[in-house]
């Protein structure tokens, strides 16, 4: 079964200040990835997903992006974060079924 | 549009007092529907996927059930560990890359 690592774990940012999380996926190959943010008291909003190298498709537009350099790695930056880009982060994997796995979360503090 | 909507937002369970929480959904076709459970501050841990209406999955305390328009989450008899967000979130059938649709979740709380 996969395992999905996040870093940071938290992350308190000045406004204007660059962003980069992290996620790495373990025990699978070629899986479709997800990043999603999960603001209080709103359902998880999808952000990009990716079904390979280089290949991002973004659902909402905003001052974040997201690449994925190597198969099992996927990143989301940002060159000045906002605001209202505070939220719990979320990566989630989806091998070969449709159930999607998420990993533990970044909480990203803009203030 | 909303294309997921659980009830209640919030429900106080005493320890041992079964009930359900519900997830309605409109989509043109449904490929699946999941159930996952969310401690806080923690990703979403997956529970159940139903593919069609008259499907029913168990996990101990735990019963997922689908009818066309709606599912249903069984507690029974529950325990103060079962307190979390209870998130739904379905799957259309042609859904680009697997999309899923979450409701906001019902926070579940049972005290002893």
């Known amino acids: 079964s996969q395992t999905i690592h996040q870093w940071p774990a938290t992350l308190v940012q000045p406004v204007g200040s660059p962003l980069s999380l992290e996620c790495t996926v373990e025990g699978t190959s070629n899986p479709n990835l997800y990043w999603y943010r999960q603001a209080a008291g709103r359902g998880l909003q999808l952000l990009f997903y990716?079904?390979?190298?280089?290949?991002i498709s973004s659902e909402v537009p905003q001052n974040l992006s997201a690449s994925r350099p190597q198969d099992r790695q996927f990143i989301l930056s940002s060159k000045k974060l906002l605001l209202s880009d505070s939220g719990f982060y979320l990566c989630?994997?989806?091998?070969?079924?449709?159930?999607?796995?998420f990993g533990p979360g970044t909480r990203l503090t803009v203030l | 549009e909303d294309q997921v909507t659980q009830s209640p937002e919030a429900l106080r369970l005493q320890e041992g007092e079964s009930s359900s929480l519900n997830c309605s959904y409109t989509v043109s076709g449904l490929r699946g529907l999941f159930w996952y459970r969310q401690d806080p501050g923690k990703g979403p841990e997956f529970l159940f996927t139903?593919?069609?209406a008259g499907e029913e999955k168990e996990k101990e305390r735990l019963k997922a059930t689908l009818t066309k328009k709606e599912s249903f989450l069984h507690i029974t008899a529950p325990k103060p560990e079962d307190s979390a967000t209870y998130l739904c979130a379905v799957q259309a059938r042609g859904s680009t890359l697997g999309r899923l649709y979450f409701g906001r979740g019902t926070q579940l709380t049972v005290w002893p």
């Open positions: 139903l593919y069609s």
């Open positions: 989630a994997c989806a091998g070969e079924t449709d159930t999607q796995y």
């Open positions: 990716s079904v390979g190298i280089g290949q």
